[in-house]
C-alpha cells in the first residue's frame, strides 16, 4: 500500500482516471475500506479532477448522486454511491441502475461496493483504504 498524503490525492485521482478505459458499460470503481478511511476523500479528489465544481458531500443518507462533468473527458457522469445504509442490495436493484450501469460515459464510485452484492456487475478498479498505521493526516491507498 502506498501513503498518501490529502495534498497527493489528486495525483492519485489522476492515476485513477488514466487506468478506466471506455468500455461497454459504465467504468465501477469499488472503494474498500473501514469507516473514514478516506473513500469519501478521494471521491471528492476524483471529482475535481472531472471538473466538477459542486461539493461532493457523503452520500450515507440518499445511496446515490449524480453529476455531471462538464470538463472534456472520456465521460459525461459521475456517480457517487455510499451503500452504508443498505440493508437489502434490492433496494439498489428498485433504482433501474442498469440505466447508469450500461453508459459507457458514466464512471461510478461505489463506497461500500460488498453490500451492494451481485445487484453492482464486476469493478473495473479496487481501490482499498486504510488509515491503520498511517500517520496524522495520511492514509494507506492501494490500487488494483
Ligand atoms: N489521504 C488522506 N490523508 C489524510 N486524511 C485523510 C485522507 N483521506 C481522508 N482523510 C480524512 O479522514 C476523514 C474521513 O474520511 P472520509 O469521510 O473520506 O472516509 P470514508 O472512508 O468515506 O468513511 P465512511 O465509510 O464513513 O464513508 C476525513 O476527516 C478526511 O479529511
Ligand atoms: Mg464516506
Redesign the pocket.
Known amino acids: 500500500m502506498q501513503k498518501?498524503?490529502?495534498s497527493?490525492?489528486s495525483q492519485?485521482a489522476k492515476e485513477v482516471l488514466a487506468g478506466l478505459h471506455a468500455k461497454e458499460g459504465a467504468a465501477i470503481v469499488a472503494?474498500r475500506?473501514?469507516?473514514?478511511?478516506?473513500?469519501?476523500?478521494?471521491?471528492?479528489a476524483l471529482a475535481r479532477e472531472l471538473g466538477i465544481t459542486d461539493i461532493i458531500q457523503?452520500p450515507?443518507y440518499v445511496l446515490m448522486k449524480k453529476y455531471e462533468i462538464k470538463k472534456a473527458s472520456p465521460f459525461t457522469t459521475l456517480i457517487h454511491i455510499?451503500a452504508?445504509r443498505l440493508e437489502d442490495p434490492k433496494e439498489f436493484s428498485a433504482l433501474n441502475p442498469e440505466q447508469f450501469l450500461q453508459d459507457p460515459k458514466t464512471v461510478v464510485a461505489v463506497?461500500?461496493p460488498e453490500r451492494l452484492g451481485s445487484a453492482l456487475p464486476a469493478p473495473d478498479l479496487i481501490i482499498r483504504?486504510s488509515?491503520e498505521g498511517?500517520g496524522e493526516?495520511?492514509?494507506y491507498?492501494a490500487l488494483g
Open positions: 498518501v498524503r490529502l497527493d490525492l492519485c472503494l475500506g473501514d469507516l473514514g478511511a478516506g473513500k469519501t476523500t478521494f471521491t471528492q457523503s450515507t455510499d452504508y463506497e461500500w483504504f488509515s498511517a493526516g495520511e492514509r491507498v
